[in-house]
């Protein structure tokens, strides 16, 4: 019954039946008085616009100039190792602009020419190689779109919540389009003989910057759907992104999606090198240490409205819109609760690229008249999981964990329509 309600609230807007309704709800000129943007001409119909010679790089228009990643000062020592956040407030659909996708580094974003470019593939292979970015295009091309999440993400939220923004509570997270070819390609180039039983083998990967940011990754999963990446959203890598090649490991940590990929050897045992014995482990409750956690599970959240994303058009109509993902599979459902977890109503999941492991947008249509409510987002993936509460997570990972954060999260949304980050128990 709300749902119809709902829909013939929407008929009777979308109509325009209810001039009165607009004038009320967003402030617009009742019915009967002439608006000067309809009845009087304004420059932008006056003149002539730029000519296309003037931006040979299409970007966004100056209002729109605050849809940019950013930074929180205080999180990291250096500029130079740290990290920036997409503004998933700001942006709809799924697909992440190259420009405002977030950024990590440990040692600095390196500029590596295409012509300077070697990667090489050493190691428990029958013939070792190295190949050039030419040798690269000339292997079968693949496209698939996935999301890339730093463990971090959310980290800070643990002990409470400490950021008031979607953007940098959840911004560490971008979806592209990714275009390259098969690591299972170039590993079956170099032949993987000499390996012997691959069910125990692994692949150590690291990349040409300073920090090389090496990471083993188990055999089955190198063969299973690990991409070598030279474009991103048709166009070549950014800079901050690991132009020229970088590696994508659906569904995993980005911290394993090494950038200006250099060397992929074949082992025989995990390296365990700083980034996978130092860091990038989970530290539970008791005070040990999960050794290795690389899928991302399932998570959503609610991008608007949120802290930097409030209700601006008054009562009435509203949608409610956010992503959720998961990096064991395709997501399923996604349900929204208005009252902090006591009841949840279904979200209706907007078109999906094809690829399991990509972001999918959600979108609760439904009706704000000024009440107090507590935003949640729960997410289901295809194996069943399903979304946990951050007291659930606390029960086994205690407050002292820095990753793998995908707790429920909740904004408090008031009478004025402005969201805060906050918790429920």
């Known amino acids: 019954m709300a749902d119809e309600l709902n829909n013939t609230s929407r008929r009777a807007f979308l109509k325009g ?25 304004q420059d932008w119909a006056s003149f002539t616009g730029e000519g296309v010679d003037e931006t040979p790089y299409g970007l966004p228009i100056e209002f729109e100039s605050d849809v940019v990643r950013r930074n929180v000062p205080w999180l990291t020592a250096d500029p130079i190792s740290s990290i ?29 020419k295409k012509d300077d470019y070697r990667l090489m593939i050493n190691g428990l292979v029958d013939q070792p190689l190295v190949f050039t970015y030419e040798d690269l295009e000339r292997f079968p091309r693949e496209n698939h779109v996935y999301f890339c999440e730093c463990a971090a993400n959310t980290g800070m939220e643990w002990a409470g919540a400490q950021l008031n923004g979607v ?11 990714y275009s390259g070819i098969s690591l ?66 659906p569904g995993w940590e980005g911290n394993m999606w090494i950038k200006w990929l250099r060397r992929i050897e074949v082992t025989d045992a995990a390296v365990e090198s700083r980034e ?46 956010g992503l959720a993902w998961s990096g064991h599979g395709r997501i399923t459902r996604v349900d929204v609760s208005k009252d902090g977890g006591k009841s949840w109503e279904t979200a209706r999941l907007g078109t999906t690229q094809g690829d399991s492991k990509a972001l999918t947008r959600f979108y609760l249509d439904t009706d704000w008249q000024g009440e107090d409510w507590l935003l949640q987002a729960r997410a289901m993936d295809e194996t069943g999981y ?21 707790c429920i999260q909740t904004w408090y949304l008031n009478a004025k329509g402005e969201a805060e980050n906050v918790e429920v128990s």
């Open 17 to 41: 039946g209810a001039a009165a309704v607009v004038g009320t709800a967003a402030g617009a000129a009742s019915a009967g008085t002439p608006d000067p943007l309809i009845t009087e001409v």
């Open 84 to 112: 920036n956040f997409t503004p998933i407030h700001a942006l709809d659909g799924t697909i992440t602009p190259q420009g405002c996708a977030f950024e990590r580094h440990h040692s600095g974003a390196i500029e590596l």
């Open 167 to 177: 953007q940098f509570t959840h911004g560490m997270i971008h979806n592209m389009e």
């Open 184 to 249: 299972r390609a170039l590993l079956n180039e170099a032949g993987l003989g000499a390996a012997g039983d691959l069910a125990d083998k692994w692949v150590y990967v690291e990349g040409a910057d300073a920090s090389s940011n090496g990471r083993s990754i188990p055999m089955e999963k190198a063969l299973d759907d690990v991409l070598v990446a030279f474009k991103a959203n048709g166009e070549a890598l950014r800079k901050e992104h690991g132009y020229p090649v970088r590696l994508v490991v």
């Open 276 to 321: 996978e014995t130092s860091k990038y482990t989970d530290v539970m409750e008791d005070g040990t240490a999960r050794k290795w956690t690389w899928e991302m599970d399932a998570k959503s959240v609610i991008t608007s409205p949120s802290p930097q994303m409030p209700i601006k058009h008054g009562h009435g109509p509203l949608v409610i819109s």
């Open 386 to 406: 399903v979304q946990p509460t951050k007291d659930q997570l606390r029960e086994v990972r205690g407050e002292n964990s820095i990753y793998h954060n995908n």
